[in-house]
């Protein structure tokens, strides 16, 4: 089953600011992980990926940061737009073939 | 550059009747193959994949089957819908040596 969560279901950000969107896992083997943005009514977008062997990795606007003690990720945006509010998910790759998701959370951006 | 076709857009069929949702991708060859179904606001469950032609893995045990008659189409079916069937289904794709996973627009199944 699923092995990854989110700490936050909803989260509310002022447009201009930064937001930080948590995610716990479990399975320690996990060694790759992925960001996705899921807009309503439409299929996930890949944002940012990362490696168990990096902390960091920034994309446009986008960062994400890996806790590998704690099992934790977050993905940061900064100078939240309008255009960022949709549901975001992080998933793990386990075994290379399989990717779990977690349940997600929804950003809004309040103008 | 590669696409993913998934169709169709939305379905609504009743409990008891048969099911068959495809999804093709072009541009690559070999590609693992996957099906998810994500409940209204809920996370994505990994239902099946496939790493080449008739091979399929299942993860949950459920009322659906998959099959890959070719190498870039994968087909979700069921002979009866259940009620608890209904939600949106994915399809995505990842390379055989690339571990993004990339997925199509999702058919909207509504079970009545």
């Known amino acids: 089953g699923e092995s990854v969560g989110l700490h936050l279901p909803t989260l509310s950000v002022q447009e201009g600011d930064n937001s930080i969107i948590n995610c716990a896992y479990s399975?320690?083997?996990?060694?790759?992980f992925i960001w996705y943005k899921q807009e309503s009514g439409k299929g996930p977008q890949f944002i940012i990926d990362?490696?168990?062997?990096?902390d960091k990795r920034q994309g446009q606007r986008v960062t994400v940061l890996l806790n590998k003690t704690v099992k934790h990720l977050s993905l940061q945006i900064a100078a939240t737009q309008p255009g960022d509010s949709a549901v975001y998910f992080c998933?793990?790759?386990?075994?290379?073939?399989?990717?779990?998701f977690g349940s997600g959370t929804k950003l809004n951006v309040k103008p | 550059s590669q696409t993913i076709h998934q169709w169709p857009a939305t379905l609504v069929q009743p409990v008891g009747s048969p099911l068959s949702l495809e999804c093709t991708v072009e541009?690559?060859?070999?590609?693992?193959l996957y099906w998810y179904r994500q409940a209204a606001g809920r996370g994505l469950q990994l239902l099946f994949y496939?790493?080449?032609?008739?091979?399929i893995s299942s993860e949950v045990p459920q009322n659906l089957s998959a099959s890959r008659p070719q190498d870039r189409q994968f087909i979700l079916s069921s002979k009866k819908l259940l009620l608890s069937d209904s939600g949106f289904y994915l399809c995505?794709?990842?390379?055989?040596?690339?571990?993004?996973?990339?997925f199509g627009s999702g058919t909207q199944l509504s079970v009545l």
């Open positions: 998933a793990e790759n386990i075994n290379f073939n399989k990717f779990y």
């Open positions: 496939s790493v080449g032609i008739g091979q």
């Open positions: 541009g690559t060859s070999n590609p693992n």
């Open positions: 399975n320690s083997a996990s060694d790759y």
């Open positions: 995505a794709w990842a390379g055989e040596d690339d571990e993004k996973l990339f």
């Open positions: 990362i490696r168990s062997n990096m």
